[in-house]
């Protein structure tokens, strides 16, 4: 099984600061099996980002994926008051998916 | 509009069973691959299993295997998962979510969810 861990597991950070999030995988991730959630309290998680770096329909051009390998990357260029969330990044191999632990970003 | 409803979570006892529904709306059932993902009281997400359009795919994760049963009745646009021999750290809420296979098998979209509570 493929465990994804990302950093940090809080993120303090003001509106209009840039955030940059984290998920490592425990071995290699083909990218386009690597997805990224954004969860608010109460609700349903959303998907931002499949393919590691393709946005899915709706979302701002504000949030990007990157990375490749074990490392890939979720950056949110300019934090708006409703970007503060839960987020998670997802993969999908060998006949199962696995989601990493989350990062809650928080205004700091 | 996408709508994924899910039904049937409780309040049921250790080896005990329930069966939860999605009843799915907005779009053709049969052409999709669908999941179940449930996420623990303040904790993360775990998929929990996998059913492709057909019916001819199915996976589980290893916490479910030989417990929990996906199905599908695309005719009921309705998707489904019989657990059995429940267990307390089965206790979570559970979302149906539609998975786009040429997108790099994302779940593009969640219902609202519905809770499990196992507990005597």
């Known amino acids: 099984e493929i465990v994804l861990t990302q950093s940090p597991g809080t993120l303090s950070l003001s509106p209009g600061e840039r955030a940059t999030l984290s998920c490592r995988a425990s071995?290699?991730?083909?990218?386009?099996?690597l997805a990224w959630y954004q969860q608010k309290p109460g609700q349903a998680p959303r998907l931002l980002i499949y393919?590691?770096?393709s946005r899915a329909p709706g979302i701002p051009d504000r949030f990007s994926g990157s990375g490749s390998g074990t490392d890939f990357t979720l950056t949110i260029s300019r934090l708006e008051p409703e970007d503060f969330a839960v987020y998670y990044c997802?993969?999908?191999?060998?006949?199962?998916?696995?989601f990493g632990q989350g990062t809650k970003l928080e205004i700091k | 509009e996408v709508q994924l409803v899910e039904s049937g979570g409780d309040l049921v006892q250790p080896g005990g069973s329930l069966r939860l529904s999605c009843a799915a709306s907005g779009f053709t059932l049969n052409t999709y691959t669908m999941n179940w993902v449930r996420q623990t009281p303040g904790k993360g997400l775990e998929w929990v299993s996998h059913?492709?359009?057909?019916?001819?795919?199915?996976y589980y994760a290893d916490s479910v295997k030989g417990r929990f049963t996906i199905s599908r009745d695309n005719a009921k646009n309705s998707l489904y998962l019989q657990m059995n021999s429940l267990r307390a750290e089965d206790t979570a809420v559970y979302y149906c979510?539609?998975?786009?296979?040429?997108?790099?098998?994302?779940?593009?979209?969640w219902g609202q969810g519905t809770l499990v509570t196992v507990s005597s």
């Open positions: 979510a539609r998975a786009r296979i040429l997108d790099g098998h994302t779940f593009d979209y």
């Open positions: 997802q993969q999908y191999g060998r006949s199962m998916y696995t």
């Open positions: 071995q290699s991730v083909d990218s386009y099996y």
């Open positions: 393919g590691a770096s």
């Open positions: 059913i492709s359009s057909s019916s001819r795919t199915i």
